[in-house]
Each structure stands twice: as C-alpha cells, then as structure tokens.
C-alpha cells in the first residue's frame, strides 16, 4: 500500500524552527518527485515546495523562499522541510504529497499523507 | 505565473442534481497539465482528475474533468451526499504549482 506519513510538526515561537519529515512506503520513492503542501486554518491549500527525484530541480513559493529548505534522503525513503524564521503565518497543516507518474504521464499531486500541524504563536 | 480563479464560492445543491464547478487560468497552464482535488472536513485533499480530463485511479464516473486553454470544468453527475466537500482546482505544469481557492459543495 502507497503511504506517507509526515512528523516533526507542534508548537515554536515567531522565530523559531522545526524540521518536518515524511516517510514513504509502498513505491520506488527515488523516482518520483516530491512536494510539500499546506492549509492554514480554515483556508484553503497552498503549494509550499517541490523537489524531484534527483534534487534536480528544487522549487519554493515566494512566501517561504529563503527560510525554508526541501530535501530528500532517498536511502531512507523520506522528504524534509526545514522551517526557518518562522512566522505566526506559517501556522498550518503541513501535507507531504507525491508527483504521480505513469507510463511517462504526470498525474498531479496524487498520493497525500495526513499532515502535521505546526503551530508558531507568540 | 498561473493564477487560478474558481467559481462559484459556494455550490447547493441536491442529491440526484449535476454539479459544474469552473476554474479560470491565466495564462493557461502547460500542457493542460490541470488538476481537480476534493477535500473532505478533517482529512486529506484526494486527487479526482489530472490532466484535465482524466480520472484519477478508483475515482466514480459522476466525476468528470473538461476544459482546455483557460477554461476547465468539473462535473458531478447525480450528486451523492458524500460529494459534499471543498473542491480544489490546481496547475501542476510549472512552478509555482498553485491552487484556485476553492469551490464548496453543499447537499441539501
């Protein structure tokens, strides 16, 4: 079964850090780009960062750009976000999703974990 | 940069009715690379449709994506209760991957 499970999220001060993880189960995870997606409370989604496969190409939103930083371990199967600085508008569910492929079609975000609440209050 | 702009906000409707739920893109997407999500309260977005037309792997045939250029649709064909949720249009052929804000469903 296709999994990801995210971890790391809780409570930080304006300011403060905290590293996310996502772990992958169920698929090859070395060849499929990945991405972090958010949902501030009662808002809608908001595309945060992508990687692919390789660290080829690695994509911020211009609302994290410079404080927060995408990475994968493929050994380990798991995606990272590394949030910096941050900012009481950061408080969001934080999402790991999976750029789908098959048969060399890109197939949008399919595969979402449940995601992990970071809270950044003052 | 793509924005996307969906309407209507809010939908009502009834069961057994069709649902039509537009998303406007400017400039239009790479490729008609165009995604259509459903979110449930309390749970994970669920990919429905990608690349416009297509249907997402155990997604029901009510749910059907159209629409090229600037101008994509979602259909809901004889609505369920369970349709009811937030329904998220989103871009995926270049950076940045954004999301319209969201369509909600209501079943009477």
């Known amino acids: 079964e296709v999994n990801l499970v995210e971890s790391g999220g809780g409570l930080v001060k304006p300011g403060g850090s905290l590293r996310l993880s996502c772990a992958a189960s169920g698929f090859t995870f070395s060849s499929l780009s990945m991405n972090w997606v958010r949902q501030a409370p009662g808002k809608g989604l908001e595309w945060v960062s992508s990687i692919s496969r390789n660290n080829d190409y690695i994509y911020y939103a211009d609302s994290v750009k410079g404080r927060f930083t995408i990475s994968r371990d493929n050994a380990k199967n798991s995606l990272y976000l590394q949030m910096d600085s941050l900012r009481v508008e950061d408080t969001a569910v934080y999402y790991c999703?999976?750029?789908?492929?098959?048969?060399?079609?890109?197939?949008?975000?399919?595969?979402w974990g449940q995601g992990t609440m970071v809270t950044v209050f003052s | 940069e793509t924005v996307l702009t969906q309407s209507p906000g809010t939908l009502s409707l009834s069961p057994g009715d069709r649902a039509t739920l537009s998303c406007r893109a400017s400039?239009?997407?790479?490729?008609?690379?165009l995604a259509w999500y459903q979110q449930k309260p309390g749970q994970a977005p669920r990919l429905l449709i990608y690349?416009?037309?297509n249907s997402a792997t155990g997604i029901p045939d009510r749910f059907s994506g159209s629409g090229s250029g600037t101008e994509f649709t979602l259909t809901i064909s004889r609505l369920e209760p369970e349709d009811s949720a937030v329904y998220y249009c989103?871009?995926?052929?270049?950076?940045?991957?954004?999301f319209g804000q969201g369509t909600k469903l209501e079943i009477k």
């Open positions: 989103q871009h995926y052929g270049s950076s940045p991957f954004s």
């Open positions: 400039p239009s997407p790479r490729s008609n690379y």
């Open positions: 690349g416009a037309s």
């Open positions: 999703t999976r750029f789908g492929m098959f048969g060399g079609v890109i197939r949008g975000f399919d595969v």
